[in-house]
């Protein structure tokens, strides 16, 4: 009675296999094929010298393959190597996609491990060639100014046997990737995967990153100026960047010798800061003010290591309502203001929103394998999926080349999570015939006429995109 009333297994599934719910991956298909990304990563890997070839048979999926359907996983949510077989499952999403034939999971890391970090280095040339060649087919000057900002995020990893981790200064197990981005076109340059015992990285690794990422730019660029962090204040840094001919812009740990400068600026010196009421600027320094009871609040924050310490103790005891904190500037951008120079570095600060797209729009909150080559490229593969999100804001009119979503809508479910269904193919075009459901205001499934299109409408319909020569 029991095993006749036992119910079968429940089976979630698609109603049929031409079903898929990443219909929007076909604006990355279609980006690939204009741009040639697959063609250009395997170039560039396969003209590497120093070190073995990360595959020489021709049989299943390229180096190039993989990473780019790696990028694509990451895209649609995918956040373990595990996910891949999700998206190897999705046949109808595969004429799709970029990458059709995505491999399994224990391919995808066997394969990852062979990977070394001469070899993401070329994965970094070929994604700032098919950014430069996008540029180029939207008529941006490329002799623009440049931006590069260089900082560091912490990525907490468990497991004793994770190559490469370290404790950092908060005693976690963690790694710590150092990422150069391009503030104006919202694009990740180069990226170093290092111990989080070394977020603060060694004067001559500081200026070895600087390097490539100014050598990543494209040829005829404008004036570079590059932001950074105090943690990169070295002496051989600023030297590389005076010999790569890059301005700079770099904040000075606070020491005595500040302390004592700081003390020796009269009143009639400090002048208002832009967009940033209540704080000042002066010569060499910027003020912010803080009440008491905010200073309470921030027991324990960094931020309070910019109050002279005399004065801090003098508001934690009551004697003082309110005390400035206080941010020293280097820089040799000598024909701007001083208040247009500290505003101009305060704006730093958007690479960690940058950072925080790694890591909640891709899957950068986590290193899953035991191997740091593996984790190399799952950290280049988040760059890619970054700088392809960021190619589709710039075709996008909808997120008005900006980088970023409207109204904070998350890009995979605005654009990349759509459900598509795939028709037959057209022989005579080789173009697809897709029916989209849609959702209509009252909540209502309904569902658009089949009509033959390749991709979802690009924001710039009269400036076509370079055609690959393969």
Not at 4 to 12: D, E, F
Not at 195 to 219: D, F, M, V, Y
Request: with cysteine; net charge positive.
């Amino acid at each position: 009675m029991n095993d006749a009333r036992r119910s079968g297994r429940i089976v979630v599934r698609p109603d049929d296999p031409s079903l898929t719910g990443h219909g929007g991956l076909a604006v990355i298909g279609d980006l690939e094929s204009r741009l040639g990304l697959i063609v250009e990563i395997d170039g560039e890997l396969g003209r590497e010298r120093r070190a073995r070839p990360v595959k020489v048979r021709r049989r299943g999926v390229s180096p190039g393959e993989l990473v780019l359907a790696r990028a694509e996983c990451q895209l649609v949510g995918g956040a373990f190597f595990d996910h891949l077989q999700d998206q190897r499952a999705d046949e109808a999403g595969a004429r799709l996609r970029a990458v059709a034939g995505v491999p399994s999971a224990p391919v995808a890391l066997q394969l990852s491990k062979r990977f070394r970090r001469v070899h993401c280095e070329r994965i970094e040339r070929a994604m700032a060639d098919a950014g430069e060649r996008l540029d180029r087919a939207l008529g941006r000057d490329l002799a623009e100014p440049v931006t590069i900002d260089l900082d560091a995020t912490q990525i907490t990893v468990y497991g004793r046997c994770k190559d490469g981790a370290a404790r950092c200064r908060t005693g976690q197990l963690s790694c710590a990737p150092q990422i150069a981005f391009w503030a104006q076109r919202n694009r990740a340059l180069t990226a170093e995967l290092v111990g989080g015992n070394q977020e603060r990285l060694g004067p001559k690794e500081c200026a070895r990153i600087a390097s490539r990422a100014i050598g990543l730019l494209p040829a005829g660029h404008g004036a570079v100026t590059m932001r950074v962090d105090s943690a990169y204040y070295a002496i051989e840094l600023l030297d590389r960047l005076r010999k790569e001919q890059t301005r700079f812009t770099v904040s000075v740990p606070r020491s005595q010798a500040m302390w004592k400068a700081l003390s020796q600026i009269p009143d009639s010196a400090w002048v208002d800061a832009l967009d940033m009421p209540g704080a000042q600027v002066a010569e060499i320094v910027r003020r912010v003010p803080f009440a008491a009871e905010q200073i309470a609040r921030l027991k324990g924050s960094r931020r309070l290591q910019t109050i002279p310490p005399e004065q801090l103790q003098m508001a934690l005891d009551g004697q003082l309502a309110s005390v400035y904190g206080h941010s020293f500037i280097l820089t040799d951008i000598p024909h701007q203001p001083t208040a247009w120079v500290e505003h101009f570095h305060r704006h730093r600060a958007q690479i960690e929103e940058r950072l925080k797209d790694t890591k909640t729009g891709q899957a950068l909150r986590h290193l899953p394998s035991g191997d740091i080559n593996a984790n190399r490229v799952w950290l280049t593969a988040a760059m890619l999926a970054v700088n392809l999100t960021a190619w589709c804001c710039d075709l996008s009119p909808a997120a008005a080349a900006s980088g970023q979503a409207p109204k904070n809508t998350p890009l995979r479910r605005l654009l990349f999570n759509i459900p598509h269904r795939v028709g037959p193919g057209d022989p005579a075009t080789g173009r697809q015939q897709r029916l989209i459901p849609v959702l209509s205001r009252r909540g209502r499934q309904t569902r658009s006429r089949e009509q033959p299109s390749a991709t979802p409408q690009r924001g710039h319909p009269n400036t076509p995109l370079p055609r690959s020569s393969s």
